[in-house]
Nanobody, 121 residues
Framework: QVQLVESGGGLVQPGGSLRLSCAASGSIFSINGMGWYRQAPGKQRELVATITSGGSTNYAFSVKGRFTISRDNAKNTVYLQMNSLRPEDAAVYYC???????????????WGQGTQVTVSS
């Protein structure tokens, strides 16, 4: 089994910054893609950013230039640095990891528990 623990959410004023972290532990052979999604009240969950095992990144248009996704493979951790936050960025943010628990099994998706980001003055 694999456990994901998210941290770093909170309340921030517009224009402020937050850094989210998501650390995986447990039965991990390797981690393929990692990503962050978010879900605001009354809206569908949407992709924020992804990063491949090789470090290639992809961002939603709405966050490009403001958010940065990164990963520390030694720590099995993915980060999301969020700068210039706007009220419309407020949501519950979920991390997503594609984990291989052994070399002979396919990667399995795991989701974090979610962390609340509130952007308000």
């Amino acid at each position: 089994q694999v456990q994901l623990v998210e941290s770093g959410g909170g309340l921030v004023q517009p224009g402020g910054s937050l850094r989210l972290s998501c650390a995986a532990s447990g039965s991990i052979f390797s981690i393929n893609g990692m990503g962050w999604y978010r879900q605001a009240p009354g809206k569908q969950r949407e992709l924020v950013a992804t990063i491949t095992s090789g470090g290639s990144t992809n961002y939603a248009f709405s966050v490009k230039g403001r958010f940065t996704i990164s990963r520390d493979n030694a720590k099995n951790t993915v980060y999301l640095q969020m700068n210039s936050l706007r009220p419309e960025d407020a949501a519950v943010y979920y991390c997503y990891l594609e984990v291989k628990e052994n070399w002979y099994v396919p990667a399995h998706p795991y989701w974090g528990q979610g962390t609340q980001v509130t952007v308000s003055s």
